[in-house]
């Protein structure tokens, strides 16, 4: 994220948006050929970015903060039981929270965390 020229922020608060950061993100994972899932719906609401990878789901969450962590995405998953989805048809779950500093418009925070589906 430090080498995405300020150029592309200008005129503009695209890195307000989490949607960017977080559209690098998917480019990365699908362009190194993973199956993804963006905007993945739950019946509480909608997984980010979803990951798989053989019998594994990564549940990742994007959050933009004004200036330092918060650690609010790693939470938010946990609070709408986003990973439900998957705990039938997954050996290993995995979520992960990301936040992005809106002021220093990089990653300040990532958290990740082991769901026991046993």
Do not use: H, M
Not at 12 to 26: I, W
Not at 40 to 46: Q, S
Not at 94 to 104: A, D
């Amino acid at each position: 994220f430090a080498s995405i020229p300020n150029d592309w922020y200008r005129r503009n608060d695209l890195d307000s948006y989490e949607g960017f950061y977080a559209s690098v993100v998917y480019a990365l994972f699908t362009g190194s050929g993973l199956d993804t899932k963006a905007e993945d719906t739950t019946n509480i609401g909608k997984i980010d970015l979803t990951v798989f990878y053989q019998d594994r789901a990564y549940i990742i969450e994007f959050k933009v903060v004004e200036k330092d962590s918060e650690g609010k995405a790693l939470n938010q998953i946990k609070e709408k039981k986003y990973y439900e989805k998957y705990t039938s048809n997954c050996r290993e779950i995995y979520l992960v929270g990301i936040e992005f500093s809106k002021e220093k418009r990089n990653i300040v925070y990532f958290e990740y965390e082991k769901l026991n589906t046993t």
